[in-house]
């Protein structure tokens, strides 16, 4: 049985009622509408409009079975969109705040919520404001937004993690403050429903644990997801008061098991995910756009189906990065560029499937479609029925609810327990006799006090 060794908040965070129903289908605009890198024709310019282009996916998001759109970077920026120069406006390559106000008007006729993604521990060089800084120096106005290294004698802006055209705000000066929570303010006022906090690691919580408060206070029916790439993710949440974090703990679990044939290392993170669960819901996710592909991170394609499987069945707020449902390839470089081939363009007038990719984009949505007839999942914790190597039976449960789910990477067949009802399974392999095949996978009700046999 799974143990809880992981830190855990004093206190459940009381999460907006709706996210307990949510499930994000998460893209990156400017490169899904083909706006970054510039096409070889040359830059979308405003009277594209290009923003308007996701209207034209809502329709399939919601046939996904996903209740909410998570936008990367939309304002107005240098380059890729996590550079801003100005939080107000709407990046001219996608459009303007007229084409914003369309997308959410459309997403929330068909019962969609927005997330926007806040960019607010650095921005580009080029702003205007570091563009002050560096103008007028130590004794300028401007200076104070921004960290600095080196001399009093002249302004040197800290950046971050070494990328030199992204500068590192100040968040010990109030005015920084001030700005954040009216930039989050006025999108959420225009129709915006969550933000995701950009490189939210990188700023003292102590900011986050007064900002956020100060936006609730106008729009208490706001989400917060924060990216935390590693360490106490309990404890970022418990000082930050952020809703929630990514889990990449849990992201690299579920490829990396798979792939190593090794549910030993699955297990271990779904220890400290249950004691997450304890005090607040992580943002789970097999795929988003940082990350290589999960149909290229999986070599063997015939185990893609379990990461889905883990995604749509384990405790968390589920997103599903744009594509991942078409079993899209692509590999994350660390190069300049090296994001293009997980960020690509899609087609104009909307989803176009190839043959090929149809049982998985069905899969996802015979999955979805499952959760969201069992909103409990959203809390759900797992204990461990059997772990092997290369076979792993959990129940998921929460107060009187469980299901079974059993994943199998190996040759031979998986038993699973009595009298098990089967809710979905592999149709390649099959579930016979109270089994499920090699390679297989099957998400069950199994007897209350069985186990495995």
């Known amino acids: 049985m799974n143990d809880e060794s992981a830190e855990t908040p004093e206190a459940v965070i009381a999460e ?9 289908w998460r893209l990156y605009p400017l490169g899904f509408v083909g706006s970054y890198p510039p096409p070889q024709t040359g830059a979308p310019g405003p009277g594209e409009r290009r923003l308007r282009r996701i209207i034209a996916w809502l329709d399939h998001a919601v046939e996904l079975g996903a ?5 990367g970077p939309i304002f107005t920026a240098a380059t890729h969109g996590y550079d801003t120069l100005d939080h107000f406006a709407i990046d001219p390559r996608l459009g303007d705040e007229h084409d914003f106000d369309a997308l959410v008007s459309q997403a929330h006729r068909r019962g969609l919520r927005i997330q926007l993604d806040g960019v607010f521990n650095h921005v580009s060089r080029d702003h205007r404001l570091a563009q002050a800084a560096l103008r007028d120096g130590p004794a300028g106005q401007a200076a104070g937004w921004f960290r600095t290294v080196g001399s009093s004698e002249r302004v040197e802006l800290a950046t971050f993690e070494g990328h030199q055209q992204l500068v590192a705000l100040n ?3 109030p005015e920084v403050q001030a700005h954040v929570v009216q930039v989050m303010r006025h999108w959420l006022d225009r129709g915006a429903d969550s933000w995701r906090l950009d490189a939210a690691y990188a700023v003292p919580t102590a900011f986050w644990a007064q900002a956020l408060p100060a936006v609730r206070a106008t729009h208490p029916d706001v989400w917060f997801e924060a990216e935390v790439l590693h360490g106490d993710y309990a404890a970022f949440v418990r000082d930050s008061t952020a809703d929630a974090t990514t889990q990449y703990e849990l992201w690299k679990a579920i490829w990396s098991s798979i792939d190593d044939r090794n549910f030993h290392e699955l297990d271990w993170a779904l220890r400290r995910h249950n004691a997450m669960l304890a005090g607040f819901v992580p943002a789970t996710f097999i795929g988003n756009h940082d990350v290589t592909r999960i149909a290229t991170q999986i070599a063997d394609t015939r185990h893609l189906p379990h990461a889905i499987v883990l995604l ?3 405790g968390g707020t589920p997103g599903v990065y744009a594509g991942d449902e078409f079993a899209l390839e692509g590999v994350k470089e660390h190069r300049p560029g090296g994001d293009d081939a997980i960020r690509p363009e899609f087609p104009a007038h909307g989803p176009g499937l190839p043959a090929g990719n149809q049982p998985i984009h069905r899969l996802y949505q015979h999955l979805i479609g499952l959760r969201r007839r069992h909103p409990w999942l959203h809390h759900a914790r797992s204990t461990t029925l059997h772990l092997d190597n290369q076979q792993y039976l959990i129940r998921m ?3 009187a609810d469980h299901l079974d789910v059993a994943l199998n990477l190996a040759d031979h ?8 009802r089967i809710l979905a399974a592999d149709p390649e392999t099959g579930h016979d006799s109270g089994q499920v095949g090699p390679h297989g996978w099957a998400v069950f009700v199994g007897s209350d006090g069985a186990g495995h046999r």
């Open 413 to 420: 067949p998986l038993q699973l327990t009595q009298n098990a």
């Open 312 to 314: 749509t069945m384990l």
């Open 67 to 71: 209740s909410g759109i998570a936008l």
């Open 397 to 399: 449960t929460h107060d």
């Open 171 to 173: 968040h010990d000066n």
């Open 16 to 24: 907006p009622a709706w996210v307990h129903h949510a499930v994000w």
